[in-house]
């Protein structure tokens, strides 16, 4: 079957009952699609989150249903889209009380859509950007418009124009004002130099991106890291493994996990030994998270910072690790206890250190359950060129962010391992691949170092060499080339 990925909507609509079938561990939300062809292999749970547990944080603004008319309305969205910008990105969730968070249906009949945030962006706020809108649905069986804002770029978000006058007050928004989400959560003008601070240090971030993007190509290029590096990042990467794996002999029917997964990991190496601030290490997670999806967006982002208490973020240690006593940030959804229907029901498993390391250990999403059913194909016997390519893009997109927030970053060395590959063939639902290469090997393993200059606009050559020894594993007939990856690129942010 052929089906181009451009035919998916940007709407999702997550049901209700969960089924099994992941590999054997229960199976992600029942997805419907407007196209009705396939079931989505990435599952939007981050939103699926923001309406089965609405929790009003500084990245996230919850408001009723607007009236698409009133001028007063745009306004005071156009202010909320502002401070988040500006706060580093986050989302408005619409279709709920302002004070109680409760579920309240919409009195008006006109759709609040991506042209119709579009429009208040462009009338409102300077420079402009894109918002993206997604129709989620709660397990309760409610849709609610979610906008996704991206973070602020090189410069903050400012306002162009004046909101309504109700008398002699103008309303919603003013005219030259830059907003912040503040505590209450409230999105209110910047006032102070400490609240400027943060701003102003993305805003240096992201120029410094582009001055170190536009450096001299001899810079480029694959470098051998030192022994001791790849000792590092070794130990690190192995120990969240061992950790994953002893979260999975805990959960019944999760065999098949335990042998088909893959696992990738980044350090960061400085000049100096700096440190990012436990305190906000969160909030840069939250940040990069947003950033990313400047290049892709899959709906299920590596490295989501879930805010529920079952599966939110914990400070821990691992005498295995190499980091000694010191402590680094771990999410295993895997030990979720709530109810079924509101887990999100991936087995990952993520490590993010205060010092520039992480790992992500995840299930090959060519083995869910419910799209193999729809395409008639079977679990656990084909792997995709295209969904590995966009998850290594996403992931080098992630360390690129993650080297931005340290002052004198030099490079970032990769490790990636693929287990379970045996007798699994190229293929992909989309139909960009149909062949009978066959991996004859369960185990690979992708290592390199590039200086930070390369992960801004080489990040393709970075990609086809990651992936090329899982490639290798199938064929000596093809190579992922940089230049298809980056073609392919342009597609992304469409799907």
């Known amino acids: 079957m052929e089906l181009s990925s451009s035919s998916f909507t940007t709407s999702i609509h997550l049901a209700r009952a969960p089924g099994f079938g992941f590999n054997g561990c229960p199976a992600r939300s029942n997805k419907t699609l407007a196209d009705e062809k396939v079931s989505r292999v990435m599952a939007f749970a981050e939103l699926q989150e923001l ?58 009949a006109d759709k609040i859509d991506r042209d119709f945030i579009s429009s208040i962006v462009k009338k409102y706020l300077e420079p402009t950007f894109q918002c993206d809108v997604s129709l989620v649905r709660s397990t309760a069986g409610n849709e609610h418009p979610v906008v996704i804002v991206p973070a602020h770029g090189a410069s903050p978000v400012c306002a162009k124009a004046n909101g309504p006058m109700d008398g002699k007050k103008i309303q919603g928004i003013i005219q030259g004002q830059y907003y912040l989400r503040k505590t209450g959560p409230e999105s209110a003008s910047i006032l102070t130099a400490a609240e400027w601070a943060p701003v ?20 480029r290029g694959t470098q051998t890291a030192p022994s001791s590096t790849q000792d590092a990042i070794r130990r690190w990467h192995d120990a969240a493994h061992v950790a994953f794996l002893k979260e ?55 490295f989501y910072v ?15 690790s190499g980091l000694e006593e010191n402590d680094f940030l771990e999410c295993a959804l895997l030990r979720d206890t709530r109810d079924r229907e509101f887990r999100p029901l991936f087995p990952d498993l993520w490590r993010v250190s205060p010092d520039g390391k992480a790992t992500l250990i995840r299930d090959y999403w060519e083995d869910g359950a419910d799209w193999n059913k729809s395409l008639g194909w079977q679990s656990g016997t084909w792997l995709s060129p ?10 080098v997109r992630h360390a690129r962010g993650m080297a931005e927030r340290f002052d004198n970053p030099t490079t970032v060395t990769f490790r990636i391992e693929w287990h379970g590959l045996t007798d699994r063939t190229i293929r992909d639902p989309f139909g960009l691949w149909m062949n009978n290469w066959t991996s004859h090997s369960s185990h690979r393993v992708a290592t390199g170092s590039w200086p930070l200059t390369s992960l801004t606009d080489a990040w393709p050559e970075i990609v086809a060499e990651l992936a090329a020894p899982a490639m290798r594993s199938f064929t000596t007939e093809f190579v992922l080339s940089a230049d298809w990856i980056r073609g392919q690129a342009s597609k992304w942010l469409r799907e």
């Open 386 to 395: 295209n969904l590995l390519t966009k998850a290594l893009a996403e992931f």
């Open 306 to 320: 879930f805010d529920v208490p079952e599966i939110s973020p914990l400070w821990q240690t691992d005498a295995a």
């Open 248 to 302: 999975i002999s805990n959960r019944d029917g999760c065999e098949e996990v335990a042998q088909s997964h893959w696992q990738l990991s980044y350090s960061i190496e400085r000049s100096d030994e700096q440190q990012l601030s436990r305190q906000s290490l969160l909030q840069t997670l939250r940040e990069i998270n947003s950033e990313v999806r400047d290049l892709i967006k899959t709906g299920w982002s590596m």
């Open 51 to 108: 309406v089965d547990t609405p929790n009003e944080t500084l990245g996230v603004e919850y408001k009723s249903w607007l009236d698409l008319n009133s001028h007063e309305a745009r306004a005071d969205i156009a202010r909320h889209i502002a401070a988040i910008a500006n706060h580093g990105g986050g989302y408005i969730v619409f279709g709920f009380d302002d004070t109680t968070l409760q579920y309240v249906p919409s009195p008006y």
């Open 200 to 219: 102003i240090r993305r805003c240096a971030m992201h120029e410094r991106a582009s001055i170190l993007g536009a450096l001299d190509a001899a810079l």
